[in-house]
């Protein structure tokens, strides 16, 4: 067992409650075999630290960056000269990129694996999800060996995509006619080509991300098909006691977010440079992106559970519609003779009721606060990039 030892401390930590026989707690997951950041952050048994990881992305880009463009030939203020037309300390999209969006892909990557193990553990606990110990070593021993693949998959692909998205921007922005503090007289200068790294960097998370939600999806769509949900009625988090699988959906959400914004201050960047072609597209293409995805990814991790949710709501509801029909027919028989007693009376009402109470169980892991934090979330980019994009439109119709 010296996989145990060398785990994340939310699957120590797991496997440690089901040792000590903490109800049905028996399905434990590392996704992180293979993943060099989930590597780094958990080096030496250290926990996972927002702080840490923050600090360090903002060292490996825009510190170097900043260090490159300060020793660059270019200044860091508009000058008088207005050349370049946008300078490191007025480029509000690099900022954002480096300073925002870098580091909460970073912090979601790293952190995943634990508030995907902390749900698991809290639905388990609860006893809302249950898996025999067969079934969770089945699902266990299916998905182990493919995490290693999915990480190396992200990360390969991501290097790929780094690597396409910065020669692009080679090409674009060393163009004279933009104005850009990466380049002068066609040719990058010193902070251009610590500004294409950092691009490689930014670009290379993007597939990570993607690979691992939808391989978080696609393992609890597994776990469910496995488990037996029993949710709970009246239970405080009105969502039937799932209501931590549903902020995994909402964590997404508010990543997703941040990554439109970047989309936003990207269209900015270029209705402000004046930039024409194929370059004024990317944001069009990356703001239709965001409106088709956005959705789908608070939704991808939480239809494993809806479909589970829907199927047991069906079986209770089935169970009680036959005992009523027993009794309904046992009833009818009894009619003729008019032998209908007080306690017939109350086990009809009695099942009655309990199929009122089983058709209000949710059939959705999330409640309504959950919810409004996901439309916001969604809404925010769509308000801030209506001026620019009502001024792209006015500027093509004149």
Same mark, same amino acid.
């Given at each position: 067992m010296d996989w145990i030892d060398s785990a994340p401390?939310?699957?120590?930590?797991?496997?440690?409650?089901?040792?000590?026989?903490?109800?049905r707690e028996t399905l434990v997951v590392d996704t992180t075999r293979g993943s060099v950041l989930h590597a780094w952050a958990r080096a030496g048994g250290r926990r996972e630290s927002l702080l840490r990881t923050y600090v360090a992305s903002v060292l490996v880009t825009y510190v170097p960056l900043a260090i490159a463009t300060m020793l660059g030939p270019l200044p860091w203020l508009p000058s008088p000269s207005g050349d370049p037309r946008l300078t490191f300390l007025t480029d509000w999209n690099v900022a954002f990129m480096l300073l925002v969006s870098?580091?909460?892909? +970073? /912090?979601?990557?790293?952190? %995943?694996?634990?508030?995907?193990?902390?749900?698991?553990? *809290?639905?388990q606990l609860d006893g809302v999800m249950v898996l025999s110990r067969e079934k969770a070593s089945q699902v266990v021993a299916a998905w182990s060996p493919r995490w290693p693949v999915i990480n190396a998959a992200g990360y390969a692909i991501g290097a790929a995509l780094g690597a396409v998205i910065s020669y692009v921007n080679f090409q674009t922005f060393s163009n004279p006619t933009v104005g850009y503090w990466i380049a002068s007289d066609s040719r990058l200068v010193l902070p251009g080509y610590v500004f294409l790294a950092c691009v490689f960097v930014f670009y290379a998370l993007i597939p990570v991300v993607v690979f691992r939600t939808l391989a978080v999806s696609l393992f609890l769509r597994d776990a469910v098909a496995h488990?037996?949900?029993? +949710? /709970?009625?009246?239970?405080? %988090?009105?969502?039937?006691?799932?209501?931590?699988?549903? *902020?995994?959906?909402?964590?997404?959400?508010?990543?997703?977010?941040?990554?439109?914004?970047?989309?936003?201050?990207?269209?900015?960047?270029?209705?402000?440079?004046?930039?024409?072609?194929?370059?004024?597209?990317?944001?069009?293409?990356?703001?239709?992106?965001?409106?088709?995805?956005?959705?789908?990814?608070?939704?991808?991790?939480?239809?494993?559970?809806?479909?589970?949710?829907l199927r047991t709501k069906a079986e209770l509801m089935a169970e009680v519609s036959e005992r009523l029909r027993i009794e309904l027919q046992r009833l009818r028989k009894q009619l003729p003779a008019g032998v209908i007693t007080k306690e017939d009376e109350e086990l009809i009402e009695r099942l009655r009721k309990i199929g009122t109470i089983i058709d209000q169980l949710p059939v959705w892991p999330f409640d309504a606060n959950t919810l409004k934090g996901v439309v916001t979330a969604y809404a925010v980019p769509i308000g801030a990039g209506v001026y620019p994009a009502i001024n792209f439109i006015l500027e093509h119709l004149r």
């Open positions: 401390e939310s699957v120590r930590q797991a496997m440690l409650d089901a040792q000590a026989g903490e109800r870098f580091p909460a892909m +970073m /912090m979601f990557i790293v952190t %995943d694996q634990r508030e995907l193990a902390s749900a698991l553990r *809290r639905v488990a037996s949900l029993r +949710m /709970m009625p009246f239970h405080p %988090d009105r969502c039937g006691g799932l209501r931590p699988v549903g *902020r995994l959906g909402l964590r997404s959400q508010w990543l997703l977010t941040i990554l439109g914004l970047n989309i936003v201050t990207l269209g900015l960047l270029v209705w402000y440079l004046e930039m024409h072609g194929s370059v004024e597209v990317m944001p069009i293409a990356a703001a239709v992106a965001y409106l088709i995805i956005g959705p789908a990814v608070f939704v991808a991790p939480l239809l494993p559970f809806r479909n589970g949710m």
